[in-house]
């Protein structure tokens, strides 16, 4: 397995959502190791102390801390950005990685919004917002975490919330394909107004967690199949790779210097579904600039922030 060289980050603050296992977890114990300060949002205390243990028992020197963040609650969002705001703490790395995949039925956000659209997209717009003062003072890298289902993606525009007609594979390749327009919007803004934030995005290929059991089963009466098969083809070693291989793009992304702003990163085997960091072609479904300025202007309405007044 190719790895990534991590330079030395002592000193450097890194908030990586939905560590609290998968690839999000592999992320923080990668930058612990490097000598980052970290900072892990989760939806669940419980695991987010298991996870503490886990970074703990890798890097036992490792500083880290637990903040509730559930990034279906706007709420939630606002109420983590504010207390890291009074912290004060330039932050220098943020990885925007939690998210949902492909519940069976249709799922609402606490405003309403469709889970995954509200979840993977929406609730880290308005984390990055809430907290890109912290970002400027650091001269932060944001990585976001995209995946491949966003190559077939499309921005339902006149629905984008799934309530004329959900399905979960469409939904969820709306909402990848968003975090690929945001990511990289976010980086022409930042040069264009002077921010200092390095802004790129990474997707982790077929890589087995449990995002393939936790989404699936939302809304199901009998368990998803998809997880025994993505186990199955993990233990052949087809077109699924594990965590520790999953975790390489974005930690090239979000750490190396070789690691540019507005580019895409991912696994450079076949169909892209496993392999080693590597650029990528931005897709097709994300070349068009309009439609980046769009989805900025409808998400800042659905985020209730604005990053121009910040």
Not at 158 to 176: I, N, T
Request: charged share 20%; no cysteine.
């Amino acid at each position: 397995m190719q790895d990534v060289s991590v330079p030395d980050l002592t000193g450097k603050l890194a908030v990586v959502t939905g560590a609290s296992d998968g690839i999000g977890l592999g992320l923080a114990v990668r930058l612990a190791r490097a000598g980052a300060e970290l900072v892990l949002p989760v939806r669940n205390p419980g695991k987010g102390a298991t996870a503490v243990d886990r970074i703990h028992a890798a890097v036992p020197q490792a500083t880290v801390s637990v903040r509730e963040l559930d990034l279906a609650s706007l709420d939630s969002v606002a109420a983590l950005a504010d207390t890291l705001n009074r912290d004060g703490r330039p932050i220098n790395i943020l990885i925007n990685n939690a998210g949902v995949m492909m519940p069976a039925t249709r799922h609402a956000t606490a405003e309403g919004l469709e889970l995954q659209f509200g979840t993977n997209h929406v609730g880290h717009v308005a984390l990055t917002g809430r907290i890109l003062s912290l970002l400027r003072a650091g001269r932060a890298r944001v990585t976001t975490m995209s995946s491949a289902a966003a190559r077939s993606g499309k921005i339902n525009w006149a629905d984008p919330q799934s309530e004329r007609g959900y399905s979960a594979m469409r939904s969820y390749g709306q909402s990848k394909l968003a975090n690929l327009l945001f990511g990289l919007e976010l980086d022409r803004r930042s040069a264009a107004d002077g921010w200092g934030i390095v802004s790129n995005v990474a997707h982790p290929g077929t890589t087995l967690t449990n995002l393939y059991a936790s989404g699936p089963n939302l809304g199901r009466r009998r368990r998803s199949p998809v997880e025994s098969i993505m186990k199955r083809l993990a233990g052949w070693g087809i077109f699924v790779q594990p965590v520790d291989a999953g975790l390489l793009p974005a930690l090239y992304a979000a750490t190396s210097p070789q690691a540019l702003g507005g580019r895409f990163y991912g696994p450079d085997g076949f169909g892209q579904f496993t392999g080693g960091p590597t650029e990528l072609a931005i897709y097709r479904s994300a070349r068009d600039q309009a439609d980046a300025v769009r989805l900025w202007d409808l998400s800042e309405r659905l985020a209730g922030v604005d990053f121009a007044a910040v």
